[in-house]
């Protein structure tokens, strides 16, 4: 009983260091200037889309591209440049793709107005439905033959 226990332990202890493991980030094999530029880098790497996985954050990505591109940022956080200078550049470099959060403009209308609309037209299409299920209740009104037929038919039970 007592060697089952220990394994139970050490089997608890192991995962539970595993997953401390787990939660590193690759900016430990950057060294920032100071702490807000980590921070800062960090931040704004989670903003960026990883070209290769497309679905991950550089931060999360694990591909050669994404490890080039977080040294890229935090070497121009480091170096000082503003957000938009390093957005430019990665835009410059890969489009806005790589933006988590793509921009108001021509190209990207759809993908900010789309939602709305479809809501739009999907409340459009309930209402128009709700109505029609409300008149046609209303056009179906009972006779007065039937409405004596039911009264019947609850006095017997």
Not at 35 to 45: D, T, V
């Amino acid at each position: 009983m007592k060697s089952r226990l220990m394994t139970l332990l050490m089997s608890v202890a192991l995962v539970f260091g595993v997953s401390l493991l787990a939660n590193a980030t690759p900016v430990d094999t950057y060294q920032f200037k100071n702490e807000a530029n980590q921070k800062h880098a960090m931040e704004l790497a989670r903003s960026l889309r990883c070209p290769q996985c497309q679905n991950q954050d550089i931060v999360d990505s694990n591909s050669p591209v994404a490890k080039d591109l977080r040294m890229e940022v935090y070497q121009m956080v480091d170096a000082g440049k503003s957000d938009k200078e390093i957005i430019a550049f990665m835009t410059s470099r890969y489009g806005d793709f790589v933006l988590y959060k793509p921009r108001l403009d021509s190209k990207t209308y759809i993908l900010w107005l789309g939602p709305v609309l479809l809501l739009l037209f999907g409340g459009l299409i309930a209402f128009i439905f709700i109505r029609r299920q409300r008149t046609s209740v209303a056009a179906e009104e009972i006779s007065a033959e039937d409405q004596q037929k039911l009264a019947e038919l609850l006095k017997r039970q």
